[in-house]
């Protein structure tokens, strides 16, 4: 089943347009795992500080439109 969700993933950036990159799946899955609702700061600071994962803001948020454009 994981597998299917990363390969729809995949298809959505695909279809506008953005690569898939881990910093990518690491919004997703943020985003995924979580149990609570969070903003793109919070993500964001999440990822780069205790994640140690290095993303951009530019990323997050355009990971999080993308996703919100396509339910």
Request: proline share 0%; charged share 35%.
């Given at each position: 089943?994981?597998?299917?969700?990363?390969?729809?993933?995949?298809d959505?950036?695909?279809?506008?347009?953005?690569?898939?990159?881990?910093?990518?799946?690491?919004?997703?899955?943020?985003?995924?795992?979580?149990?609570?609702?969070?903003?793109?700061?919070?993500?964001?600071?999440?990822?780069?500080?205790?994640?140690?994962?290095?993303?951009?803001?530019?990323?997050?948020?355009?990971t999080?439109?993308?996703?919100?454009?396509?339910?």
């Amino acid at each position: 089943k994981e597998k299917i969700i990363i390969n729809n993933f995949k298809d959505i950036l695909k279809r506008e347009n953005l690569r898939y990159t881990s910093q990518r799946q690491a919004v997703w899955d943020e985003i995924k795992n979580s149990t609570e609702h969070r903003d793109a700061e919070e993500i964001y600071l999440h990822l780069n500080n205790r994640k140690k994962i290095k993303v951009s803001r530019a990323t997050v948020y355009r990971t999080i439109d993308v996703l919100v454009k396509n339910n």
